[in-house]
């Protein structure tokens, strides 16, 4: 028996900046096309981080680290794919 996780295909930038924007409070506007910034930079803190840990535990399985918000989506992204269980 597989599970959604398993049958699903990548974890996407457009999906981590969704939850980003859906349920830790960054700005819809705050990510531009070819934009690079860490989610600090964007003006997140540790607890849109806490959120963002949260969502992604239950939608995809996977353990986001507390220095997330170091990172840039495409870092999480990156890191998310590589920590998915299997």
Not at 22 to 29: E, H, I, L, R, W
Not at 44 to 73: C, G, N, W
């Amino acid at each position: 028996m597989s599970t959604w996780t398993e049958d699903r295909g990548e974890i996407t930038e457009v999906e981590i900046k969704d939850i980003l924007v859906s349920n830790a409070g960054a700005p819809p506007d705050a990510f531009k096309e070819g934009q690079e910034e860490s989610l600090e930079e964007l003006g997140l803190d540790s607890l849109a981080v806490l959120e963002l840990q949260a969502v992604a535990k239950y939608r995809f399985d996977i353990e986001i680290p507390e220095e997330a918000l170091h990172m840039t989506v495409s870092e999480i992204v990156t890191l998310a794919n590589g920590n998915r269980t299997r």
